[in-house]
């Protein structure tokens, strides 16, 4: 349906890039719940003409008691269609929210730059934008994307009064979820969103969002959130993989594997205290770590170790989940090893068939053909003869000829 043939209820509008689990399981849901009309954007026409079809969807909370939640009103258009973005731009929209993956993000430039081209020749009032990716700062790569799109100095001007970019943290486990109804996500019960306040602008629709906590202390909660749980999950993942488990689930079950991540989570745990103390204490931390395995072994929820592993070269960038906390214990002088350990694993993930991925047989082919040491040095910006970088080469050359090295 194009989108011009839709009417929207005459409620505020809230417009989600990306459809998919985080954005129909978490971002969308919240929105909706807080009173918005949800407009989802995203590329693939079967889900947008589904999500226009039936207005709704289903989000199962997996949390063993068949909790149900529906989402409605939603629509969606095709990110791309600049005629169907524009006409969206003068709806009483008020929060442009992201979920399209770190990689992509850059892509969603043009049309917001269109929003804010229509909103500023309509002399239409502020809106905030949230970038809600696994990534630090990803507001802020958006806000230079959209500002390259806008060489005109007023459309710059229009930009700086009017547009709230907020940078966030963006927490719950949403794996993909199997159901007869394909719109339908399966999430589990733990929600965290967390929106940096300075950045936010007041809008006119200006609705209450529950769910999206707004703090003047952003850093640390993006910080936290990254370098614990997303560490966690990617070295239980990068683990598991190479034990021959399919989730995280089977992989986190394995007490030897367990063990490893709970000491890599008190390793980051150590600096991320130092670092934002007095935000976090010891006794506050350990229970957030202590929370977040618990999580992992949520049995309600099937998330494969090749989906929680994806895009290894991402997650091995400097300021990511791996070599984010690693830098910070660096630069404290704090135990590292269990990371470096996980860096390690990461070089060696490499799903094969379906569960193929593009970064991880990039890294194995760049490691064939420059050898590991090269590559860590790439990746770290270390010298060849840095500790940590011995380190994970001999780590690495351990868990090749011994990938059960969780059991030692
Ligand atoms: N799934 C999860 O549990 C969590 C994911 N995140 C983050 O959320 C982001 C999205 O992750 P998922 O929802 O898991 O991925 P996903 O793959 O389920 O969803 C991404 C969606 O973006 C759409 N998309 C791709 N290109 C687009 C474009 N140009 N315009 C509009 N839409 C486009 C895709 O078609 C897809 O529907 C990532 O940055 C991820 O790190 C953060 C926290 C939790
Ligand atoms: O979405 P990414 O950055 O590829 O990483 C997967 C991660 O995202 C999450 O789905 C949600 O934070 C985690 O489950 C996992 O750590």
């Not at 390259?148 to 007023?154: A, C, F, I, R, S």
């Not at 019960?189 to 300075?198: G, I, L």
């Not at 490893?260 to 204490?281: C, W, Y």
């Not at 990746?379 to 059991?407: C, E, H």
Request: charged share 25%.
């Amino acid at each position: 349906m194009p989108f011009e043939a839709m009417s929207l209820p005459g409620k505020p509008v809230a417009l989600q890039f990306g459809a998919g689990n985080i954005g129909r399981g978490f971002i969308g849901a919240v929105l909706s719940k807080a009173g918005f009309h949800v407009v989802f954007a995203d590329v693939v026409e079967k889900i947008v003409d589904a999500l226009n079809e039936q207005g709704q969807y289903d989000v199962h909370v997996l949390n063993g008691c068949e909790q149900i939640e529906t989402v409605k009103p939603v629509s969606a258009i095709i990110s791309t269609d600049m005629k169907a973005v524009a006409a969206i731009a003068r709806e009483p929209l008020s929060i442009i929210t992201t979920a399209v993956g770190p990689n992509i993000l850059p892509r969603l430039a043009k049309p917001i730059a269109q929003i804010i081209r229509t909103r500023m020749a309509e002399g239409m009032g502020p809106i905030n934008i949230v970038a809600c990716e696994n990534l630090q700062n990803a507001t802020v790569i958006l806000r230079e994307a959209i500002e390259k799109e806008l060489t005109d100095k007023e459309e710059l001007l229009y930009l700086q009064d009017n547009i709230g970019f907020a940078i966030c943290s963006v927490d719950r486990i949403v794996p993909p979820f199997s159901s007869d109804k394909p719109l339908d996500v399966g999430v589990e019960p733990f929600y965290e969103w967390t929106v940096d306040s300075h950045s936010l602008k007041k809008t006119d629709p200006d609705v209450e969002i529950e769910g999206m906590h707004a703090t003047d202390n952003l850093d640390a909660y993006v910080q936290r959130k990254l370098f614990t749980l997303n560490t966690g999950h990617a070295i239980a993942a990068y683990l598991g993989f190479l034990d021959n488990k399919s989730t995280i689930l089977d992989s986190i079950n394995d007490n030897s594997i367990h063990d490893i991540v709970s000491r890599a989570l008190h390793e980051s745990g150590a600096a991320l205290i130092e670092k934002h103390s007095p935000f976090f204490t010891l006794e506050e931390h350990e229970e957030y770590v202590k929370k977040i395995l618990e999580r992992f072994q949520n049995s309600h929820l099937k998330d494969e170790v090749s989906r929680v592993g994806r895009e290894p070269l991402r997650k091995l960038r400097r300021g990511d989940r791996l070599l984010g906390p690693i830098e910070m214990c660096r630069e404290r002088n704090l135990e590292r090893d269990t990371l470096l350990l996980g860096v390690a694993a990461a070089l060696l993930f490499h799903p094969t068939g379906a569960q193929e991925d593009k970064e991880a047989t990039q890294v194995q082919q760049r490691i064939q053909e420059e050898g590991v040491e090269k590559v860590v040095a790439d990746l770290t910006g270390w010298s060849s003869d840095d500790k940590d970088l011995r380190k994970i080469v001999r780590d690495y050359n351990m868990l090749k000829s011994q990938p059960f090295i969780a059991r030692l």
